[in-house]
């Protein structure tokens, strides 16, 4: 049975930071591409950032040089540090990994997690 379990969102106040964690467990081969999307009230989902098994990134345009993505191999973990929040940053944030399994190669989606910014 494969998890994917995202932890860390929450409340911030503009300006402030806070870190997104994404962690696959179960009888995997290995992990892929992974990444981070988030959906607004009302809006569509819409990517975030995403990160290659090579360390390769890719960035929304609304959050280059606010968000970093980084990931653990070892640890079969993602993350995101949100620096420089703003109230256009809430939403719910999901994690994606392309796992890697004997017979090819699945999509999987975390729960969500809220993340909301307001003073």
């Known amino acids: 049975q494969v998890q994917v379990v995202e932890s860390g969102g929450g409340l911030a106040q503009p300006g402030e930071s806070l870190r997104l964690s994404c962690a696959v467990s179960g009888s995997i081969f290995g992990l892929d591409t992974m990444g981070w999307y988030r959906q607004a009230p009302g809006k569509q989902r819409e990517l975030v950032a995403i990160i290659t098994g090579g360390g390769s990134t890719n960035y929304a345009d609304s959050v280059k040089g606010r968000f970093t993505i980084s990931r653990d191999n070892a640890k079969n973990t993602v993350y995101l540090q949100m620096n420089s929040l703003e109230p256009e940053d809430t939403a719910v944030y999901y994690c994606?990994?392309?796992?890697?399994?004997?017979?090819?190669?699945?999509?999987?989606w975390g729960q969500g997690t809220q993340v909301t910014v307001s003073s």
């Open positions: 994606q990994s392309k796992i890697r399994f004997a017979g090819g190669v699945r999509d999987f």
